[in-house]
């Protein structure tokens, strides 16, 4: 069964750092782009950065700040979050999809996406 955990959410203070992961689990194939959004209530869920074997991209508000990597594997998916700011407080979510590759057109776009996780809570107070 296709599957994506994420695990290392939490409450930090502003400034300070947090590293989220994603474990990537049951797929045939390694999916061909994987993501984290987040989500804030009442709010659409905004693409933060994404990977495949030949790029990166980030979201503006991140860049600089947080890293998305992928493990040789390509069972574990990571992203090092760097000088939090309380604007980041956020549901992060792990995303998948399996016939397309990451482009920078459409790596944030949310229904691009075949597979979720169930979301990691990241409060940060000021």
């Known amino acids: 069964q296709e599957q994506l955990v994420e695990s290392g959410g939490g409450s930090v203070q502003a400034g300070r750092s947090l590293k989220l992961t994603c474990t990537v689990s049951?797929?045939?194939?390694?999916?061909?782009?994987l993501a984290w959004f987040r989500q804030v209530p009442d709010k659409e869920r905004d693409g933060v950065a994404s990977?495949?074997?030949?790029?990166?991209y980030y979201a503006k508000f991140v860049e600089g700040r947080f890293t998305i990597s992928l493990d040789n594997t390509e069972t574990t998916l990571t992203l090092q979050m760097n000088s939090l700011k309380a604007e980041d407080t956020a549901t992060y979510y792990c995303?998948?999809?399996?016939?397309?590759?990451?482009?920078?057109?459409?790596?944030?776009?949310?229904?691009?996406?075949?597979?979720w996780g169930q979301g990691t809570q990241v409060t940060v107070s000021s």
């Open positions: 990977i495949d074997g030949y790029s990166t």
């Open positions: 049951g797929f045939r194939y390694s999916p061909d782009c």
């Open positions: 995303a998948a999809r399996k016939s397309k590759y990451c482009y920078s057109y459409d790596w944030n776009i949310a229904g691009g996406f075949d597979l």
